[in-house]
């Protein structure tokens, strides 16, 4: 069974006010259909303000979608009670989120950020609680030195050990990290980028990865999801990317980020990000996509593709070995 389905999930935010212009619709989420099965790694890539974050808030029930169904172990969550909803997802699914500064609580020692997940739900004695903050403390690599320390104290990579802390305490099966690097230095990301690499495989934990960066993704991940305007444009195998990636967006992703095992051809994407208020006709990426044509306009692409690689492109890329073969491609 797979451990966590989102079927046709869309968000839609409504702005502004009803009385003086009326309200606008942001279309954060549209119609994103994903599985997750426990144990493996699944990264989601994609520019700013292209959806992931809110696809993450969804994942770990913050955010409840406009239409569409989340499925946690084949119960539909949002149609359980909220006490039910709490007990079973809220403990089983950890976030890591992108600025660790702002996700800890900065008046409180480091000790009662890590445990309190454990007050909330109420888990063992007292003793069990502190024993067990100990025990993460040591897990992510925290001397106990800091344990009275508060945040504005710490590190910014020591900040996000304990962010990682916490969300490890109630021992969930699923962890969903927003960015988690981002905002700290070359050197600590890698600390971090190989810490959750660690914890994934010493806990068997089922993860998703979020990142602007492609590289990073494709190394955390064993499966890929490129979005755009809030769609899934492209999910692939990380094996696939780059050299058989199909869709434009997620080659242009790739060639915008330097590898000195991938060397690709930078693709130029002209022109700015549409509005999520009103998403163009048709493909949403063919304002931006260097082999768009008029058939692009027309109606959203078909859903394309096999063995677990599937994109939405009505005029997808070549695969490199068909390229190199001169073998042609639907």
């Given at each position: 069974m797979n451990l966590l389905e989102l079927d046709g999930v869309h968000v839609v935010h409504r702005i502004g006010s009803a009385k003086l212009f009326g309200r606008a619709e942001v279309f954060a989420l549209t119609d994103a259909s994903l599985v997750v099965d426990p144990g493996e790694t699944v990264g989601v890539v994609g520019e700013s303000g292209c959806g992931k974050s809110t696809l993450a808030k969804?994942?770990?029930?913050?955010?409840?979608?406009?239409?569409?169904?989340?499925?946690?172990?084949?119960?539909?969550?949002?149609?359980?009670?909220?006490?039910?909803?709490?007990?079973m997802f809220?403990?089983?699914?950890?976030?890591?989120?992108?600025?660790?500064?702002?996700?800890?609580?900065?008046?409180?020692?480091?000790?009662?950020?890590?445990?309190?997940?454990?007050?909330?739900?109420?888990?063992?004695?007292?003793?069990?609680?502190?024993?067990?903050?100990?025990?993460?403390?040591s897990l992510v690599g925290l001397p106990r030195s800091v344990a009275d320390a508060v945040p504005g104290q710490l590190s910014g990579g020591q900040r996000q050990r304990v962010a990682i802390a916490r969300a490890l305490a109630l021992r969930p099966s699923l962890l969903v990290a927003d960015e988690p690097t981002s905002a700290l230095d070359v050197s600590v990301r890698a600390q971090i980028l190989n810490l959750l690499l660690d914890l994934r495989d010493a806990l068997g934990l089922a993860m998703v990865f979020v990142s602007h960066d492609i590289q990073t993704v494709r190394k955390m991940s064993d499966r890929i999801v490129t979005m755009y305007l809030g769609r899934i444009a492209e999910e692939a195998p990380a094996a696939d990317i780059p050299d058989r990636a199909r869709h434009p967006y997620t080659r242009a992703l790739f060639s915008a980020t330097p590898s000195l095992l991938h060397v690709a051809e930078p693709i130029v994407l002209s022109g700015p990000v549409p509005s999520a208020t009103a998403p163009p006709s048709g493909c949403n990426f063919r304002?931006?996509?260097?082999?768009?044509?008029?058939?692009?306009?027309?109606?959203?692409?078909?859903?394309?593709?096999?063995?677990?690689h599937t994109y939405r492109c009505l005029h997808p890329e070549v695969p490199e070995g068909a390229r190199k073969t001169g073998v042609s491609t639907p």
């Open positions: 969804v994942m770990v029930g913050l955010q409840k979608p406009t239409r569409g169904t989340v499925r946690y172990h084949g119960d539909s969550l949002w149609e359980l009670p909220a006490a039910q909803r709490a007990r809220g403990r089983d699914v950890g976030m890591v989120f992108q600025d660790s500064s702002t996700a800890l609580n900065r008046r409180l020692a480091v000790h009662r950020i890590i445990r309190d997940p454990l007050d909330v739900h109420d888990e063992g004695t007292a003793a069990e609680r502190d024993e067990r903050v100990r025990e993460l403390m304002t931006r996509c260097p082999k768009a044509a008029a058939d692009c306009a027309t109606g959203l692409p078909p859903l394309e593709g096999e063995n677990g």
